[in-house]
């Protein structure tokens, strides 16, 4: 989840959770 807040900071914690 780090890194892909990282590549995208915009993207939120639900987001990355369905990513």
Do not use: Y
């Amino acid at each position: 989840m780090s890194k892909i807040m990282e590549l995208n900071p915009k993207i939120t914690d639900k987001d990355v959770i369905i990513a």
